[in-house]
């Protein structure tokens, strides 16, 4: 059985959002696996910080002609990981311009960066966008990122009919420790922890190495395609 690392070794991976979170922790595993590694993000600091082996553009997701700049010549696999917590809080008083910015960031942008790639994309590449969970699961004040999530995550199996050799598939992590939670209070954020942790089937929140992981293994199965692989510990406790 051929490992990741073969599979990735040499070949060139452009995470698109890729200086922090999960992003970075999927740069750095590609990297680790013998890829040439590309991340874009906006702070050149976090971009410089990602690795000596790694290299970096400055891109905003959206300014199309930065990301087709940090487009390699010969592209294998693509990884849309960028996203904030914009779109979050109870409907009633939700901030209807922050839900836009989130679908302008996870979709409209996402379309952008794939048009952007898909003529240095090899047939048999592959493309992977992060949705979340918010998608498929009920949870109060997460109706934005719902709508947000779900949009990204409904597109993957068209994406993959139409794109096909290209394979297209998504993770959608559940709740995970990384830099997204930074804006919410300490206590509020070890609050969430503990409550999903409790709920999930191995019983505390993820990691961004882990969801790096299920993003390499979408990079490197060449059977999978259309797929939207939950990375959320386990099904929620009824």
Known sequence: MTSQNEVLEGSAVLVVGGSSGIGL????????????????????????????????????????DAITAAV?????????????????????????????????????????????????????GSITLVGAASARNAAPGAVGLAMINGAVEAAV?????????????????????????????????????TQYGKAATIGRVGTADEVAQAILALLTNPYLTGAVLPVDGGPAAA
Do not use: C, M, Y
Not at 46 to 51: F, I, M, Q, Y
Not at 92 to 117: E, M, N, P
């Open 157 to 193: 199996a068209s994406l993959a009919a139409e794109l096909a050799p290209v394979r297209v598939n998504a993770v959608s992590p559940g709740v995970v420790d990384t830099a997204w939670w930074s804006g919410f209070p300490a206590e509020a954020r070890e609050a969430v922890f």
């Open 25 to 64: 922790a999927t740069a750095r595993a590609a990297r680790a696996a013998g890829a040439e590694v590309t991340v874009t993000g906006r702070d050149e600091a976090r971009l410089r910080a990602a690795g000596d082996r790694i290299a970096w553009r400055v891109a905003e997701l959206g300014d199309h």
């Open 72 to 124: 390699p010549e010969r592209l294998d696999h693509l990884v849309l990981a960028a996203g904030d917590a914009a779109g979050i809080g109870p409907v009633a008083g939700l901030d209807l311009a922050s839900v836009r910015r989130g679908l302008d960031t996870k979709v409209i942008g996402f379309l952008g960066a794939i048009q952007a790639a898909l003529p240095a994309l090899r047939p048999g």
